[in-house]
């Protein structure tokens, strides 16, 4: 796996070791290890301190697992069907007020649950686990079955589980069993402006 990512500068073992496999191995999780790692979310940065994000979540022993994997898109279901726990991020869109200003509609509930979201994911690396967030799910439904307030939003659902052997998965997605590389930092940090030669719409 460390062949595969090599970092270009020095960076915590930790943030190469992270990734997202499909191929968990059904076991149970006990219920102090997923309150640690929901723990590590719960630290992350917010604007204001607001703290938007919220945590719902099923253990795959409980009365809620398979109301949970239901609102999976198929291909997720497939595979996350085999994780330990299932977690809705879900946000509050609503920034609120205090002395010196009213509520407001919120412009950093999503980016803010995404930070919440990399130290779940960092936490669940370190306790031994492996964690893949899922954008595909039925998001209208789950805002309904969750009852979700009208202010909150779903984010992203997020497997957590024991990684293991990929022969697990379906043969389709046994080749896709890998951590995957990331970008040049040359091509994504700039000093300056954003440089022309990288502004897709330029390059058309």
């Known amino acids: 796996m460390q062949a595969a990512r090599t970092p270009h500068h020095p960076v915590?073992?930790?943030?190469?070791?992270?990734?997202?496999?499909?191929?968990?191995?059904?076991?149970?999780?006990?219920?102090?290890?997923?309150?640690t790692i929901l723990e590590a979310g719960r630290w992350a940065p917010s604007a204001y301190n607001?703290?938007?994000?919220?945590?719902?979540?099923?253990?795959?022993?409980?009365?809620?697992w398979s109301t949970f994997i239901s609102l999976l898109d198929p291909?997720?279901?497939?595979?996350?069907?085999?994780?330990?726990?299932?977690?809705?991020?879900?946000?509050?869109?609503?920034?609120?007020?205090?002395?010196?200003?009213?509520?407001?509609?919120?412009h950093y509930n999503s980016f803010d649950s995404g930070a919440a979201w990399a130290q779940i994911a960092l936490q669940t690396t370190a306790l031994g686990y492996a964690a893949h967030a899922m954008a595909g799910l039925a998001f209208d439904r789950a805002s309904e079955v969750l009852e979700l307030p009208d202010r909150f939003k779903v984010e992203i659902g997020i497997a957590i589980g024991r990684q293991t052997d990929a022969s697990r998965l379906p043969e389709d997605l046994q080749t896709r069993e890998a951590p995957s590389d990331r970008m040049p930092l040359?091509?994504?940090?700039?000093?300056?402006?954003?440089?022309?030669?990288?502004?897709?719409?330029?390059?058309?």
């Open 12 to 35: 915590e073992p930790i943030f190469l070791s992270r990734w997202s496999p499909r191929s968990y191995d059904a076991s149970a999780m006990p219920e102090q290890d997923l309150l």
């Open 50 to 64: 607001v703290q938007p994000w919220r945590f719902l979540y099923a253990h795959r022993q409980d009365a809620h």
């Open 75 to 106: 291909f997720n279901q497939q595979w996350a069907a085999e994780a330990s726990a299932l977690v809705f991020l879900v946000s509050d869109t609503v920034m609120p007020g205090d002395e010196t200003r009213p509520d407001a509609v919120s």
């Open 186 to 204: 040359e091509q994504i940090s700039f000093s300056g402006p954003f440089p022309s030669r990288f502004n897709p719409i330029a390059a058309e």
